[in-house]
Nanobody, 125 residues
């Protein structure tokens, strides 16, 4: 059974950092992994996508200098590193894959089929 599980969210102060984990089971996570977030009352937003060759495609300018991804293939896990967090970063964060595709899409939300359940990030001012 294919499954993605996010963890690592929590409450952090403005300017703080967090690392979110996305652990896959049922398949090998040598795929492109997209990261999304949904703030209260807003639509889900595709922020970035990390490909297996460690290239990151950014779709949201405001996270480009603050959010990065990494992988641990031995743990079948992809990480999202958040730094210099702002109150507007408060949201539920999701990881997703486009099946077993290794390519990030040109459009932020195109073709994502497998999703995690999300993890809450709250930034207090």
């Amino acid at each position: 059974q294919v499954q993605l599980v996010e963890s690592g969210g929590g409450l952090v102060q403005v300017g703080g950092s967090l690392t979110l984990s996305c652990v896959a089971s049922g398949f090998t996570l040598d795929t492109a992994v997209g990261w999304f977030r949904q703030a209260p009352g807003k639509e889900r937003e595709g922020m970035l996508c990390g490909s297996p060759d460690d290239y990151t495609t950014y779709y949201v300018e405001s996270v480009k200098d603050r959010f990065t991804t990494s992988r641990d293939n031995n743990k079948n896990t992809v990480y999202l590193h958040l730094k210099n967090l702002k109150p507007e970063d408060t949201a539920v964060y999701y990881c997703a894959t486009r099946g077993t595709s290794r390519r990030c899409p040109a459009l932020a939300s195109a073709g994502y089929a497998w999703w995690g359940q999300g993890t809450q990030v709250t930034v207090s001012s």
